[in-house]
C-alpha cells in the first residue's frame, strides 16, 4: 500500500524568508499524482500544487514551487516570501493515477508565520 | 453556495447515539469520499462511492456506514457513536480522472461524549 510520511509536525518561519516542508511517500507505480493542500483555521481543504510523476520539471504556482525527486520518492514544498496568511496545516498528498483515485494524505505540518 | 456542503459544520453527541452527517455537491461528480482527520494522522479514508449502486470501504470503515442516495448525496452513520470517533470529518468529490485532486466540503467536527 502506498504510504506518505511528513516528519515534521510543526514549523516556524519569519515573515517574508522561505521556508520548506518536507514530505515523502512510498510506491510502486511508475506514474501517480502528487498534492500539497493547504488546511488554514477555517479548516477549508485548499489545494495549492499538484505534480505529475511523468513530468521532470517541477511545478511552481506563484510563491509556491516543490522539489520533486522522483527516485527518492520525495516532494517538498517550498514557501517564498512567507506572509501571514500562510499560517497553516499542510498536507502532502498521493494518488496513483489508475484505479481508484484514493488520496493518501500524509500527517501534516503545522507551519506559524511569525511577523 | 459551496461546491460541497456538509451538514451540521459542529456536532456534539453522547456516546450510543446514532448520528447521521450528510454530504450534497452541486459539482455534477461521480465520486465521492469521507474522510476523517484526526491530529497527528492527516485524513483517513472511511468510504468512497463510484456511483450510487459503487459503494466501498476505505481503511477506516468499522463503525460507520454510508448512503449514497443519488449522485449529489452521500451520507457518513454512525450507528452508536464512541469518543474515540472525535474527529473532524471531510466529504470530497472528484470526476473521473482526478487529475486536480478532490473538491472538498467545510468539514463536520463531531465530538462523542
Known amino acids: 500500500a502506498q504510504t506518505v510520511t511528513q516528519s515534521q509536525p510543526e514549523m516556524s518561519v519569519q515573515e517574508a524568508e522561505t521556508v520548506t516542508l518536507s514530505c515523502t511517500y512510498d510506491t510502486s507505480e511508475s506514474d501517480y499524482y502528487l498534492f500539497w493542500y493547504k488546511q488554514p483555521p477555517s479548516r477549508q481543504m485548499i489545494l495549492v500544487i499538484r505534480?505529475?510523476?511523468?513530468?521532470?520539471q517541477n511545478a511552481t504556482e506563484n510563491r509556491f514551487s516543490v522539489n520533486f525527486q522522483k527516485a527518492a520518492k520525495s516532494f517538498s514544498l517550498k514557501i517564498s516570501d512567507s506572509q501571514l496568511g500562510d499560517a497553516a496545516m499542510y498536507f502532502c498528498?498521493?494518488?496513483?493515477?489508475?484505479?481508484?483515485?484514493?488520496?493518501?494524505f500524509g500527517q501534516g505540518t503545522r507551519l506559524t508565520i511569525n511577523p | 453556495d459551496a461546491d460541497v456542503t456538509q451538514t451540521p459544520r459542529n456536532r456534539i453527541t453522547k456516546t450510543g447515539k446514532r448520528i447521521m452527517l450528510e454530504c450534497s455537491q452541486t459539482k455534477g461528480h461521480d465520486r465521492m469520499y469521507w474522510y476523517r482527520q484526526d491530529p497527528g494522522l492527516g485524513l483517513r479514508l472511511i468510504y468512497y462511492s463510484f456511483d450510487v449502486k459503487d459503494i466501498n470501504k476505505g481503511e477506516i470503515s468499522d463503525g460507520y456506514s454510508v448512503s449514497r442516495q443519488a449522485q449529489a448525496k452521500f451520507s457518513l452513520s454512525l450507528e452508536s457513536a464512541i469518543p474515540n470517533q472525535t474527529a473532524l470529518y471531510f466529504c470530497?468529490?472528484?470526476?473521473?480522472?482526478?487529475?486536480?485532486?478532490?473538491?472538498f466540503g467545510s468539514g463536520t467536527r463531531l465530538t462523542v461524549v
Open positions: 498528498a498521493y494518488r496513483k493515477i489508475q484505479g481508484a483515485q484514493k488520496l493518501v
Open positions: 470530497a468529490t472528484s470526476d473521473e480522472r482526478a487529475n486536480y485532486g478532490y473538491t
Open positions: 505534480q505529475e510523476a511523468y513530468k521532470q
